[in-house]
């Protein structure tokens, strides 16, 4: 069993910073790639970024290239994702997955086992 604990959403202004953590527990972190993805109220949920199990690889969805970085530390067995210039559109509750065994930054949902429960993240114009 996998327990997954996100922190450090909240609200912010448009333009501003953000810097999401999820803390992992159950199984051996380091050999598994980790997500993020998002749901905005009335919409569906949607892929953010994907990290592999080492950081060697990453993956983003276009609407947050060159804003969002997303980070692992498997010493502290955490995955990161840094949010610079946010968007009203980022509004959603963000949630952190964890991926297949030594596998790639996979964008598909299905790829991914356990979630965590959400951290609210709020940007206000």
């Known amino acids: 069993q996998v327990q997954l604990l996100e922190s450090g959403g909240g609200l912010v202004q448009a333009g501003g910073s953000l810097r999401l953590s999820c803390a992992a527990s159950?199984?051996?972190?380091?050999?598994?790639?980790m997500g993020w993805f998002r749901q905005a109220p009335g919409k569906e949920r949607e892929f953010v970024a994907a990290?592999?199990?080492?950081?060697?690889?990453?993956d983003y969805q276009d609407s947050v290239k060159g804003r969002f970085t997303i980070s692992r530390d498997n010493a502290k067995n955490t995955v990161y994702l840094q949010m610079n210039n946010l968007k009203p559109e980022d509004t959603a509750v963000y949630s952190c997955?964890?991926?297949?065994?030594?596998?790639?930054?996979?964008?598909?949902?299905?790829?991914?086992?356990?979630w965590g429960q959400g951290t609210q993240v709020t940007v206000s114009s």
């Open positions: 990290i592999t199990w080492d950081g060697g690889s990453t």
């Open positions: 159950g199984r051996t972190f380091r050999k598994y790639a």
């Open positions: 997955a964890h991926g297949g065994l030594y596998s790639g930054p996979s964008s598909n949902q299905d790829d991914y086992a356990y």
